[in-house]
């Protein structure tokens, strides 16, 4: 099966039904898309797939072909970071970071389709996207930021 990551293409031997998680994991050792919870409802595994968020633990591999996917590797185009994880970084959010490249990545798809989305709209993109430490007010403040530097 052929799979377009991070705009590379990587012909990967596995069952339909395998979840793209264990693949890009396993297989090809991108390891910033990370295993919560296993049923979808964390959102630590998320990725983008045609630029919608979504999540890896529950997608089969089998019908991604043709698709375009990116997870946090690919999510900034250069060498430097993409404004998401340069806010992040300034407003130190994670404690324990587990969670921090599936908010990232749920963090882009908003800003992707909405540059400057009020402080209910983030909240509201980001629900579902669990955060054990609790870091949310920073989450929110780094978005806000990213936007700013992106408009």
């Known amino acids: 099966?052929?799979?377009n990551i991070?705009?590379?293409?990587?012909?990967v031997d596995v069952s339909d039904q395998m979840p793209v998680l264990w693949v890009?994991?396993?297989?090809?050792?991108?390891?910033g898309t990370k295993y919560g919870c296993g049923i979808?409802?964390?959102?630590?595994c998320t990725i983008h797939v045609d630029g919608q968020p979504s999540r890896a633990c529950l997608l089969p591999v089998g019908d991604l072909?043709?698709?375009?996917?990116t997870t946090i590797e690919g999510l900034s185009k250069a060498a430097?970071?993409?404004?998401?994880?340069?806010?992040?970084?300034?407003?130190?959010?994670p404690q324990c970071g587990y969670c921090q490249s599936g908010q990232i990545m749920q963090a882009a798809a908003l800003l992707a389709e909405n540059a400057q989305p009020s402080p209910a709209e983030i909240?509201?993109?980001m629900n579902g996207?669990?955060?054990r430490c609790g870091t949310y007010l920073r989450i929110r403040k780094a978005i806000q930021a990213a936007a700013q530097d992106l408009s």
């Open 24 to 31: 890009l994991r396993d297989l090809l050792e991108m390891n």
């Open 65 to 69: 072909a043709g698709k375009e996917i």
């Open 123 to 125: 909240d509201k993109h």
């Open 1 to 3: 099966m052929k799979l």
């Open 129 to 131: 996207n669990l955060c």
């Open 40 to 44: 979808g409802q964390c959102g630590a």
């Open 6 to 11: 991070n705009g590379q293409s990587y012909q």
């Open 80 to 93: 430097s970071l993409h404004p998401l994880q340069k806010a992040w970084i300034q407003i130190d959010v």
